[in-house]
């Protein structure tokens, strides 16, 4: 579960937090108070995730392109299934702590990394694609429902994905 946080110091999403700074309930989150615009595009690209084998591939048209190993929703937390759309597209998130309210700006620090790619969300919390500035995680059923990726991996989807790619999560 990813925390969102818009309108200070530009815009940004929330990211997976550390399990010990989670509550076991649902939190409400900050609302939205400025938006970043990112361009939709009309491609052929499209994003499959597995999460059996935690990976996700980058298809252009029918022929797959890339893939990527991914952390994904640890039990208790398991990443939504089903098909979606990219909503939002963040460079340079910022995160707030769920508990505390701290905010944690862009940099070395930051639990999301350097890239947000959001794809779900209830209207109080958001599940997407973003970096991580611990890489050691990838790969691991360790987050809260999203999809951790190296920082280098996730700003390579970045540039080739827009708001409305197609996203698939499947078991």
């Avoid at 909503?87 to 707030?96: C, F, L, S």
């Avoid at 919390?125 to 999203?146: K, M, N």
């Amino acid at each position: 579960m990813a925390v969102l946080l818009l309108g200070v110091e530009g815009s940004g999403m929330g990211g997976t937090p550390k399990p010990d700074d989670l509550p076991t309930t649902l939190y409400q989150t900050a609302k939205p108070t400025r938006s970043k615009l990112v361009r939709a595009v009309d491609s052929q690209y499209h994003l499959l995730v597995d999460l059996s084998d935690r990976r996700v591939y980058l298809y252009e048209g029918k022929k797959q392109k890339k893939s990527y190993p991914v952390s994904i929703g640890q039990p208790g937390w398991e990443t939504p299934t089903g098909s979606f759309k990219v909503t939002r597209m963040d460079e340079h998130p910022v995160w707030q702590q769920p508990i505390t309210g701290v905010i944690v700006h862009p940099g070395m620090a930051n639990p999301l990394g350097d890239r947000w790619i959001g794809f779900w969300t209830d209207g109080s919390s958001y599940i997407g694609f973003h970096g991580t500035p611990d890489e050691a995680q990838v790969g691991l059923a360790i987050s809260h429902g999203c999809l951790r990726m190296r920082n280098s991996d996730i700003r390579q989807i970045y540039d080739l994905v827009g708001i409305g790619t197609p996203v698939k999560v499947q078991k």
